[in-house]
Nanobody
């Protein structure tokens, strides 16, 4: 049973940066694609970015392309989301998720595991 724990959220001014971490325990992430999703109040959950198990493939939603970067350190069993040039519309709870099927994860279909989420608030 893999457990995912997000960290790194907080309050930041527009134009600022944050780095989110998704740390795994109870198992290795080596065989899992990892995705970041977010949900703002009153809105549906949306996929933000995904990375394949070995990092060879990445996906970004159009709304974050050029601003967010996903990476992983399998030795540390951790996946990161570097968020730059943050905008108020990036405000949401950010969740990481793990699935053995990268394409399914990109499509947002039933990840095997979810983290508990971390709040990101972009406001002046």
């Amino acid at each position: 049973q893999v457990q995912l724990v997000e960290s790194g959220g907080g309050l930041v001014q527009p134009g600022g940066s944050l780095r989110l971490s998704c740390a795994a325990s109870g198992g290795t992430l080596d065989y899992y694609a990892i995705g970041w999703f977010r949900q703002a109040p009153g809105k549906e959950r949306e996929g933000v970015s995904c990375i394949s198990s070995r990092g060879a493939s990445t996906y970004y939603a159009d709304s974050v392309k050029g601003r967010f970067t996903i990476s992983r350190d399998n030795a540390e069993n951790t996946v990161y989301l570097q968020m730059n040039s943050l905008k108020p519309e990036d405000t949401a709870v950010y969740y990481c998720a793990a699935d053995r099927d990268y394409r399914a994860l990109v499509a947002g279909r039933g990840p095997d595991y979810w983290g508990q989420g971390t709040q990101v608030t972009v406001s002046s």
